[in-house]
């Protein structure tokens, strides 16, 4: 091929790559426009929604029901704060026992291997030593027969120096094998920690569905749970708090509530309990399930009075499991 055809060759390949680059870039172009059309659109429902807020706030009327609203969304958020910090600590905590355990399991194993092939080539080394005792003595015998007489005597003993010299070289391998396992023992790898145990994150998933539960005793003790629940679920101006006298009231309970849930030493004093409760009546739905069935784990609403079981009139009428209060499920253990 000439030099002009290389050259004309060269310029239909560059050309070729210009237009798929330009292609790409097209295509990119595209995209990005579609890109910022939604991003315009997104922006004007915000816009939209931050001036339903403003009227909604200026209006005398509905502006101290929005403020209930966002208060009652905070308390949940807190709520959902306080319990994932419980949550992750559970875990750290656990996670940190467990890795020590299995480092520790890990390195008695280990130990034993090494036992036991110390053992084995302890008796390898015997026997090694015990298969050149014995050439050494064929072929001191063979050294004292030096008579012509003993020629024949000579060449049977000769003949049975290589089934010996054999042996100790077997002997010797099978050492330098055992040395070569130990190394290897020595020198492997632990096996990586397979994560929190079964047992463990059931553990760990009860006692978050018990805090939950004290929240939920906390929050309602000021009548708030089911509201929070429904502030979270609904939009500002779909609730009605009241009047402003009313309102006041809620926010007051809000911040009592606040007070309440950070209360941290007064919620856990109670935890155990409710965790020796659920560890008694909960129930998986399979062996390798971590999450128990909501029915098990329900408040059941009774008391034991004088040893005597009566139905309570103001016992909770929520289920922290099965309402997914405070985002719980976000937060459990699979």
């Known amino acids: 091929m000439s030099a002009e055809e290389e ?9 070729a790559g210009l237009k798929k680059a330009y292609a790409d870039l097209k295509d990119e172009f595209h995209l990005l426009r579609d890109r910022l059309k939604q991003q315009e659109g997104a922006t004007i429902r915000v816009q939209e929604q931050l001036d339903a807020l ?3 706030l200026g209006d005398p009327k509905t502006g101290f029901g929005a403020l209930v609203f966002f208060q009652l969304r905070a308390l949940w958020k807190i709520c959902h704060q306080q319990l994932s910090t419980f949550a992750t600590d559970l875990m750290r905590q656990q996670e940190t026992r467990e890795v020590a355990k299995h480092k520790v399991e890990c390195e008695a194993q280990k130990n034993s ?8 080539l302890q008796a390898a080394a015997v026997d090694a030593d015990l298969q050149r005792q014995h050439l050494a003595a064929a072929q001191n015998e063979i050294g004292r027969l030096t008579a012509f007489w003993h020629y024949f005597k000579r060449r049977r003993r000769q003949k049975s120096l290589e089934s010996l010299r054999s042996q100790v070289v077997v002997a010797d391998a099978q050492v330098g094998d055992l040395h070569a396992e130990r190394s290897a023992i020595e020198h492997e790898a632990a096996a990586n920690f397979a994560g929190i145990s079964l047992a463990a994150r059931r553990n760990i998933n009860l006692a978050i569905i018990s805090y939950a539960e004290l929240l939920c005793e906390h929050v309602d003790a000021y009548g708030l749970a089911a509201r929070a629940k429904e502030a979270v679920a609904r939009r500002v101006h779909e609730m009605n708090f009241g009047t ?5 009231g809620y926010m007051q309970r809000v911040q009592k509530a606040h ?3 950070a209360n941290q030493k007064q919620i856990t004093v109670a935890l155990k309990a409710k965790l020796d409760r ?3 009546s909960c129930e998986y739905r399979n062996n390798a399930d971590t999450v128990p069935s909501a029915d098990s784990v329900a408040v059941n609403p009774v008391e034991a009075v004088l040893g005597k079981t009566t139905r309570s009139a103001t016992a909770p009428a929520w289920n922290v499991l099965a309402e997914d209060y405070w985002d719980l499920y976000t937060l459990l253990l699979r």
Do not use: P, S
């Open 7 to 15: 050259r004309l060759m060269q310029l239909f390949q560059n050309r």
């Open 54 to 56: 403003g009227d909604l």
């Open 113 to 120: 291997r090494l036992a036991d092939v110390d053992l084995r």
């Open 244 to 248: 402003r006298e009313e309102c006041e």
């Open 259 to 261: 007070a309440a849930v």
């Open 278 to 280: 659920l560890r008694a």
